[in-house]
């Protein structure tokens, strides 16, 4: 997580949208909720926590490409 959000922060600062910063992290949160449910419960059900897994990994994942993208977009320009 805080890898995510020092991704997030970056992406910010390299000027992406706040619309798209909002979305990236509704989704973090969504993934660490559905994970610690998943955790949590007696039965553990493996869904949920590979379901929050794969949210985590998706925010990291588009952040790092967002601030590639907005690093390339700028230096072309």
């Known amino acids: 997580v805080p890898l995510a959000l020092l991704l997030m922060f970056l992406a910010e600062y390299s000027g992406l949208a706040p619309l798209y910063l909002h979305i990236l992290g509704i989704a973090l949160l969504l993934g660490r909720l559905s994970h610690a449910w998943g955790v949590q419960q007696l039965k553990e059900p493996l869904k949920f926590r ?13 952040s790092a490409l967002a601030i590639l993208l907005l690093y390339v977009s700028k230096t072309l320009l």
């Open 50 to 62: 590979v379901f929050g897994m794969v949210l985590t990994f998706c925010v990291l994942l588009l």
